[in-house]
Every structure is written in C-alpha cells, then in structure tokens.
T-cell receptor, first 110, second 116 residues
C-alpha cells in the first residue's frame, strides 16, 4: 500500500484546459512537497506546503494543503505544452528521506 | 541546473556485473541521498549520507552499497546485477540531514542503468 496515492495516474489534455491532480493519504503530515519531473531529468521542487488549509500559487499553478494535512491538490489553469511532465507529491519521513507518490503523468497537447 | 552532477548519464552492462555510480552534491550541501526510479516501483529512497556518515537506509538491497567521501562526493556501488536492477538512479543533496519539518532536496539528472 502506497503511503501517498496520486490521481489520476495519467492525464492528457489540450492546451488551454484546466486540470487538478490529487495526492491523498490516511496519514497526517507536517508538510508536503510537490515536484515536477521532465523526461531525462531529475525531479525539481515546485512548492512546500506546511499549514493545514494553506494555498500557494506559482504563476498558473495553485497548490492546496488539506485542512487535516492528509491530502493536497495541484490545480493548473490554462495548461500549456511546457507543463507536460510527471508531477510527484512527497513527504519528508524520519528526518531526511523523501517518500514519493507514484505520480501523475501529464501531457498537454498544442 | 540543480548543481548536482551525476556520472555516467547512461550505463549498459550484463547480469552479474558490478557498477559504480558517482554523484557530486551542490556546493555547501552536506547530505547526499540516493533514489531508484523504476516503472513499477516509482521513486524509492535507497540511502542517505550526511558529512561522510550513513544517516538513513531505505529498502536498499544487500548487493548495493554506498559511501560518501571527505570531499562530500558519493558513490553507489551495485553488484551481482540482475535484470530487475535496470532503473534510473538519482542522487539528491541538501544542506541539512534531518531535524527540520521539511527538507529541500536538489536532484541530479540521474544515471540510466540497463542490465542485459
């Protein structure tokens, strides 16, 4: 059983559409991170959310941490082909190591 | 560019062989982490070193070992390779090792290992 469940697993949309991906767990976390990984590259940190109910915006990306700090969502407005990639949520466990969800593979077609 | 370098970029070898993957962390980072990414298991933590000392271990196989040298670069050694070891291996680094609620890690570009 995965600690972090991400959905959907795959998402293919047209340029200009909006989308939301989810990261869910039955555990409570002190913080949660979102990464984006492009083919042939390592994951790159997008944001860290810490407070329950927190909303953070990064240009067209909106991240929300659930009130109970068990889940998070990532909303992309007016998606662009450059948003294509693997979106991973992760939590910091036992000090240093990161535990990742399986990821959402996003494809934005022009 | 994250500032973390990994070599080689690609590695093709045969079953039963041994390989060494190398990682240089960002300047000033004391912690190095190794992760394995495969299609079926996703991105999995293997092992962490902090300033030369092993700090945490994940589900790392006994055939795998790692070390961090005085200049802080790290090597991951994979031996008696099996087909199932084919994966992407990432190194990440961070300033701190633990003790804070969240820890930003910077990932290298990875080494793609193919075992034939």
């Amino acid at each position: 059983t995965q600690l972090l469940e991400q959905s959907p697993q795959f998402l293919s949309i047209q340029e200009g559409e909006n989308l939301t991906v989810y990261c869910n767990s039955s555990s409570v976390f002190s913080s949660l991170q979102w990464y984006r990984q492009e083919p042939g590259e390592g994951p790159v940190l997008l944001v860290t959310v810490v407070t329950g109910g927190e909303v953070k915006k990064l240009k067209r990306l909106t991240f929300q941490f659930g009130d109970a700090r068990k889940d998070s969502s990532l909303h992309i407005t007016a998606a662009q082909p450059g948003d294509t990639g693997l979106y991973l949520c992760a939590v910091n466990n036992q000090g240093g190591k990161l535990i990742f969800g399986q990821g959402t593979e996003l494809s934005v077609k022009p | 560019d994250s500032g973390v370098t990994q070599t080689p970029k690609h590695l093709i070898t045969a079953t039963g062989q041994r390989v060494t993957l190398r990682c240089s962390p960002r300047s000033g980072d004391l912690s190095v982490y190794w992760y394995q990414q495969s299609l079926d298991q996703g991105l999995q933590f293997l092992i962490q070193y902090y300033n030369g000392e092993e700090r945490a271990k994940g589900n790392i196989l006994e055939r795998f070992s790692a070390q961090q040298f005085p200049d802080l670069h790290s090597e991951l050694n994979l031996s008696s390779l099996e087909l199932g070891d084919s994966a992407l291996y990432f190194c990440a680094s961070s300033v701190v090792g633990s003790g804070i609620a969240y820890n930003e890690q910077f990932f290298g570009p990875g080494t793609r290992l193919t075992v034939l």
